[in-house]
């Protein structure tokens, strides 16, 4: 096939499609192999799939990509999570850990690669299965649409998910397809959807509303808008650490009448290295401190659940609403005092 001519199928992204998805139907569709497309389009042996392409995907290669499938370029940049810039997270990041992306890599000394998700019930509707941008996100643990967990690992063999293994070693005729597990080949459409519990029906209704704002145009009158993303990550930081030694989320689990508060990992860790079980309750958490965000970090501080200094680290200008609230713990300590 020629290097800068049209390939001979040219399927368009889906809705809400990631890159790599993409990229592997592509492939499929002209029925070659994953990786001769990838020489194709990186011109040489290196592959792709050993980095994040979904995080940092070069112009150039999203240029490759629409000049061999006739799409619009802005098309194609839809599928990669930069597009989450200036809604999830300020600024474009390409090492280190970015907020809310889940990484596919380890962090640190430890092996966390389960950083793709899928709901079964998603892909058992699709009439091609695949995969979405959304399931990258840490802040989706469950599916908005069908009220189901996510699963973060095939729940057959526990591996991580990755599709683009499904023709590694193996002649395309026994490729396995994006829907099943690359490493067992368990079919993901039929795995069981388990229904997502929630602490209050409040809370089912204010993360709903939270997910289906990501995934529609930014609207300026939003209140899920970047200085909310913003002070959601830092609180569930601050659930996660273990500075205070887990008092934060002992104390908002128990709140929340969980009896059993699950371990956290060693070292330094964000709630995009939590598995999916742990990370649905640090957000349901977060979620539920930023409800009644005055009351309930009062509430918390008073039982030393929180450090006040810790409050407002990492934010050289904190949204207002967040910072008043805790300028005035400041005061009511200085009162206290
Ligand atoms: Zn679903
Ligand atoms: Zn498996």
Not at 12 to 23: K, M, T
Not at 203 to 218: E, P
Not at 265 to 293: F, N, S
Request: with cysteine.
């Amino acid at each position: 096939m020629p290097r800068d001519h049209l390939w001979p199928a040219h399927p368009h992204p889906f809705p809400d499609e990631l890159l790599s998805s993409w990229i592997m139907r592509v492939a499929q569709a002209n029925a070659i192999k994953l990786q001769t497309l990838s020489w194709q389009l990186f011109g040489n042996e290196r592959s792709p799939w050993n980095r994040d392409i979904d995080r940092s995907a070069p112009p150039w290669l999203l240029r490759a990509l629409c000049a061999h499938t006739g799409c619009n370029y802005w098309d194609v940049f839809h599928t990669t999570l930069v597009t989450y810039r200036g809604r999830l997270y300020p600024r474009r990041q390409t090492s280190g850990r970015l907020s809310w992306i889940l990484p596919i890599k380890g962090h640190g000394m430890r092996r966390n690669a389960f950083g793709l998700q899928f709901c079964p019930a998603c892909l058992a509707d699709d009439p091609i299965p695949y995969f979405r941008k959304t399931w990258r996100l840490a802040l989706y643990t469950y599916c908005p649409e069908h009220q189901c967990a996510l699963y973060d690992e095939c729940p057959a063999c526990h591996s991580p998910v990755t599709p683009h293994r499904g023709d590694f070693g193996r002649e395309l005729t026994d490729a396995r397809p994006m829907h099943a597990c690359a490493t067992c080949g368990t079919d993901l459409r039929e795995v069981p959807c388990h229904p997502e519990t929630f602490p209050t029906e409040s809370l089912r209704a204010f993360s709903g509303a939270m997910l289906r704002s990501i995934m529609t145009a930014s609207n300026p009158a939003d209140r899920f808008d970047l200085g909310f993303f913003r002070v959601l990550h830092h609180l569930c930081g601050m659930i996660c650490s273990k500075s205070n030694n887990g008092l934060l989320l002992q104390h908002l689990a128990t709140t929340l009448g969980h009896t059993e508060v699950p371990l956290l990992p060693e070292g330094r860790i964000g709630i995009e290295d939590l598995r999916r079980d742990t990370r649905h309750l640090v957000l349901m958490c977060g979620l539920w401190l930023v409800e009644d965000l005055e009351q309930r970090l009062t509430e918390a501080w008073k039982v030393k659940a929180i450090r006040y200094n810790l409050m407002l680290k990492a934010f050289a200008r904190p949204p207002r609403w967040y910072g008043d609230i805790v300028q005035s713990l400041s005061n009511w300590r200085s009162i206290r005092r």
